[in-house]
Nanobody, 122 residues
Framework: QVQLVESGGGLVQPGGSLRLSCAAS????????MGWYRQAPGKERELVAA???????NYADSVKGRFTISRDNAKNAVYLQMNSLKPEDTAVYFC????????????????WGQGTQVTVSS
């Protein structure tokens, strides 16, 4: 089984910064794309940022220039550096990974972390 464990959420004032971390554990061949999603109360889950195994990145327009996604393939980990946080960034943030469980030809299977709360408030 594959598990994703997030850390780094919390309460921060507007304009502040937080760094989220997510590490994958278990038995698998490799990890394909990794990403961060968020879900605010009463809203649908949305993509925040994604990164391929080769390091190509993609960001939601609302976070471009403020958030930076990175990964450490040796540690099977993905990070989200969040700067200039705004109240509208308040949400539960979820880590996502496409995992190849058996071999390079395996179709990636999506796994999700349990989520970490980020609250931006004065």
């Amino acid at each position: 089984q594959v598990q994703l464990v997030e850390s780094g959420g919390g309460l921060v004032q507007p304009g502040g910064s937080l760094r989220l971390s997510c590490a994958a554990s278990g038995t698998f061949f490799s990890i394909n794309d990794m990403g961060w999603y968020r879900q605010a109360p009463g809203k649908e889950r949305e993509l925040v940022a994604a990164i391929t195994s080769g390091g190509s990145t993609n960001y939601a327009d609302s976070v471009k220039g403020r958030f930076t996604i990175s990964r450490d393939n040796a540690k099977n980990a993905v990070y989200l550096q969040m700067n200039s946080l705004k109240p509208e960034d308040t949400a539960v943030y979820f880590c996502n990974a496409g995992v190849r469980r058996l071999a390079a030809w395996s179709t990636p299977v999506d796994y999700w972390g349990q989520g970490t709360q980020v609250t931006v408030s004065s």
